[in-house]
């Protein structure tokens, strides 16, 4: 029995160190975080038992964690130490019962705080200023990363105040928000690099960047929980909260999360409210910690191998699970984005049951090599829609292939298209597909295109459910459909009174309106038209220079590639769209239907536009976020108005940007309508 055990714990401890090396080293775990912490349990449980096998290479004798040579090396002053977990309440509660026994009874106070899920950092302040920062490392040796930290823009160069030791090792956790993290995956999506497969590894890659340059172009945070080397020591405060405190005043980022705890049941309602949020901090966190708040008491309850017994990490339940791969879907989005998803065997992840994770895009899939029947790890993170964080390579069954992308859109069939550039596959069936269909109708109705004033949202809704339209080119015919009208409009209507109130409506009110906007909409401009076709990357002002340069719809239809490029402002990605949407028949059909129904899209010169800038006199000042004070001058007398350099009684508006000063102190003053660059531009938008 103690061979298999022993063969057990071998096993053990080689496994631990394979997973430490992917985690620490490669930044790429291979199992989710919790099926770690087993592994780490059933050790520390052999090791109880069979006290005389614990050798110095055991991981229960070691901080885990690797410095990587290419970094050079810091030896830390004292060495960085990890926490003990607790993975129920039973295990906090005796947490708490170790503490009260090990403190003799004296009354004492817990500092809680959050457990943030990214890498630890040392940071070493002399006379204030930041001269050296460190990985944790192994513990007792780490990588120096002076360099990278100095780029993180919330971490102090120089400690403010008066009240500053010689020497202090700030500890703490360098991690990324969810918003940045995003944001990096995305960018790496369109550079074809490498995804992180979360924050903390995203975090960890970013630090561990030999070119700093790399580490200022990621954005990191940090937050400090701890100290390390400290002189002179009178300096320490007298617990943990007062460091905190301190840390604050000297400008080193503290979370605000935090609070005192005098008993277990305190520590329990820290956990629950912390819990109840988790998912909606802007950052991953996997637990909580309880700190004996007192250092003395800190001291007298001191430290077992590689934890202190002062406190304890109160770990939530995990957010990564493993299941197996049941199926490859793609969905088509509003705007005819087709998104590959993976349809999972059920799995709880986090007190939710999964059932299915996005795979982002094809390259994704490509990259992670995901196949139907493979064994992955699946992820929730905040309100996101879970993700596959990797593939257990190891347990992939016999036969499976490789995931081939669609050709061609599962509703409509029309190509799947994608750009040159871009990492999102697009349904190219614009108007046709169902899938799309919705959305582009709401588009062509929109103020800014086909101006339908009363075809809202909810009653495209009802008329594309209904089946009563299916493209823009219905809405002409949907005269010939009164009677579906009036049903639909009062589709709750089951009492007479009502349905003949629907009725007299009908014949003059609601509907009477839409239909008559609907009329009214035929003579709209070109550019209008080709802005309400909907075709990617041709926006109003695209639209605008089409409608000029072609002058008839038939024109823009036919046009070549080489002709496109010819039009001011369409390069290369619109040329290209413009002629995949034209060159599908479905769009085709759908304009033809369009000009059947009586829609006459004509190119109207420049209009002379009712502007509100128009004989008004405008006043500039400060800098504007995205046009210098000469070109906004330009576009204000385009638009009418007069600009002049001094406020006065007659001015009637103050245009003002940042570090506004005297101009806008006299403005307030007389009362005059101050407007910064953004109002200027939608005053001058909704006069279009
Ligand atoms: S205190 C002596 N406080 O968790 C205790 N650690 O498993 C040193 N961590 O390496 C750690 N949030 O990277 C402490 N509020 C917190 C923490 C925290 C996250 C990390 C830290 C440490 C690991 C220990």
Redesign the pocket.
């Known amino acids: 029995m103690s061979d298999l055990i022993k063969a057990r714990y071998t096993r053990l401890k080689e496994e631990i160190a394979k997973h430490d090396q992917a985690y620490y080293l490669n930044d790429a775990p291979q199992i989710p975080d919790a099926d770690y912490d087993q592994l780490f349990r059933e050790l520390l449980e052999i090791e109880k038992e069979y006290p005389t096998w614990i050798s110095n290479d055991s991981p229960s004798q070691k901080v885990s964690g690797y410095a990587n040579a290419v970094f050079s090396p810091v030896v830390h002053g004292t060495p960085?130490?990890?926490?003990n977990n607790a993975l129920t309440e039973e295990e906090a509660i005796a947490f708490d019962k170790r503490c009260h026994e090990g403190l003799l009874s004296q009354s004492f106070e817990y500092s809680c705080?959050?457990?943030?899920d990214?890498?630890?950092i040392s940071i070493l302040y002399e006379y204030g200023r930041l001269v050296r920062a460190a990985t944790?490392g192994d513990g007792s040796t780490g990588e120096n990363v002076t360099d990278n930290i100095k780029t993180i823009a919330s971490i102090p160069k120089q400690l403010l105040g008066s009240d500053i030791p010689d020497r202090i090792e700030v500890?703490g956790?360098v991690f990324m928000r969810h918003s940045d993290f995003y944001e990096l995956n995305q960018l790496q999506r369109e550079l074809g690099a490498k995804e992180f497969a979360n924050p903390r590894n995203a975090a960890a890659g970013s630090l561990r960047q030999l070119d700093p340059l790399i580490t200022a172009s990621r954005k990191l945070s940090f937050f400090a929980?701890?100290i390390g080397e400290l002189s002179p020591v009178t300096w320490l405060p007298i617990s943990h909260s007062q460091l905190m405190a301190s840390y604050q005043k000297m400008g080193i980022p503290v979370c605000d999360e935090h609070c005192i705890a005098n008993d277990v049941s305190e520590l329990m309602a820290f956990f629950k409210q912390i819990g109840d949020k988790r998912l909606s901090l802007p950052y991953d966190i996997d637990g909580v910690?309880y700190k004996v708040n007192n250092y003395a008491f800190q001291n007298q309850l001191g430290y077992v191998s590689r934890?202190?017994r002062f406190?304890i990490?109160h770990k939530f339940p995990p957010q990564e699970a493993f299941t197996t791969v049941l199926a490859i879907e793609v969905q088509v989005g509003r705007t005819g984005a087709i998104t590959p998803v993976a349809r999972l065997d059920p799995v709880l992840v986090g007190g939710v049951t999964v059932t299915n994770a996005t795979l982002h895009n094809q390259d994704e899939i490509s990259r992670k090599d995901i196949r139907v029947g493979d064994h992955v790890i699946v992820r929730r993170a905040g309100d996101v829609i879970p993700e596959i964080v990797s593939v257990d390579l190891q347990q992939r069954p016999q036969n499976t292939q490789p995931y081939h992308f669609p050709l061609t859109c599962p509703i409509c069939h029309s190509h799947i298209e994608k750009l040159a550039g871009e990492a999102i596959a697009r349904c190219s069936g614009g108007l046709f597909c169902p899938a799309q269909r919705k959305q582009a109708i709401i588009h062509f109705a929109h103020r800014r295109a086909m101006n339908i004033d009363g075809l809202g949202e909810k009653i495209v809704d009802k008329l594309v459910a209904e089946k009563i339209i299916s493209n823009p080119a219905d809405l002409y015919k949907l005269q010939h459909s009164l009677n579906k009208l009036v049903q639909l409009f009062y589709v709750n209507a089951n009492d007479s009174s009502k349905q003949k109130k629907g009725q007299d409506l009908a014949e003059g009110k609601q509907i009477q309106n839409l239909l008559s906007a609907i009329d009214g909409s035929k003579s709209a401009s070109l550019a209008r038209f080709i802005f309400a076709l909907g075709i990617r990357h041709v926006g109003e002002t695209t639209a605008k220079d089409l409608a000029k340069s072609y002058r008839k719809i038939e024109a823009l239809m036919d046009a070549s590639l080489e002709d496109l490029l010819k039009v001011r402002d369409v390069g290369p990605v619109v040329a290209q769209s413009i002629v995949s949407f034209m060159s599908e028949s479905h769009n085709r059909e759908v304009i033809e239907q369009l000009l059947a129904s009586g829609v006459n899209p004509v190119e109207v010169s420049e209009l002379v536009l009712e502007s509100p800038f128009q004989d008004k006199t405008v006043v500039i000042t400060g800098t504007l976020p995205t046009m210098s004070r000469d070109e906004a001058k330009l576009l204000l007398e385009k638009h009418g108005a007069k600009v002049s350099s001094a406020v006065s009684s007659k001015t009637s508006y103050l245009l003002a940007g940042a570090d506004a000063g005297s101009k806008l102190e006299k403005a307030i003053a007389l009362n005059i309508t101050v407007i910064d660059e953004a109002m200027m531009m939608s005053m001058i938008d909704q006069a279009q």
């Open positions: 960085m130490l990890s926490l705080e959050l457990k943030f990214g890498l630890a944790r500890r956790e929980y701890g910690v934890a202190p406190a990490a």
